[in-house]
C-alpha cells in the first residue's frame, strides 16, 4: 500500500518562501504522476500542482504559476513543492498525492484521478 507523508510546512510572512516534501513508499515510485493539493478552511481541496513520470512535464494552476515549482527525486522517491512569494491567499494544508497513471501532467489534475494521498501540512502566509 502507498504511503505518503509530507514535511516542510509552517508559518512565514508575504514574500517569503517554504519548500514542502513528500516521500513515497510502497510503491514504484517511477509509475506515479505526483500532485500538490491544497485545501483553505471552508473551501474544496483545490489543484496546484502535478509532475508525470516524465520529470520535465509539469503543470500548474494559473494562481501559483511563475511562483511555485513541483521536481521530483527518483533515487530519493520524493516530490517537492518550491513556494516562493507566498501570499496570504497560499495559507492552507498542503496535500501531496499520487496516481498510476501514464499521462502528461495536464492531463492529471483533478482530485479524483488520485488515490494515495497524504496527511497534509500546514502552511499559514502572515500579511
Known amino acids: 500500500q502507498v504511503r505518503l507523508v509530507e514535511s516542510g510546512g509552517g508559518l512565514v510572512q508575504a514574500g517569503g518562501s517554504l519548500r514542502l516534501s513528500c516521500v513515497l513508499s510502497?510503491?514504484?515510485?517511477?509509475?506515479?504522476?505526483m500532485a500538490w493539493f491544497r485545501q483553505a478552511p471552508g473551501k474544496e481541496r483545490d489543484f496546484v500542482a502535478t509532475i508525470s513520470r516524465n520529470p520535465g512535464n509539469t503543470a500548474y494552476a494559473d494562481s501559483v504559476k511563475g511562483r511555485f515549482t513541483i521536481s521530483r527525486d527518483s533515487a530519493k522517491n520524493a516530490v517537492y513543492l518550491q513556494m516562493n512569494g507566498l501570499k496570504p491567499e497560499d495559507t492552507a494544508v498542503y496535500y501531496c498525492a499520487a496516481a498510476d497513471d501514464f499521462r502528461p501532467a495536464h492531463l492529471v489534475t483533478e482530485t479524483n484521478k488520485f488515490d494515495s494521498w497524504g496527511q497534509g501540512t500546514q502552511v499559514t502566509v502572515s500579511s
Open positions: 510502497g510503491g514504484t515510485f517511477w509509475r506515479y504522476v
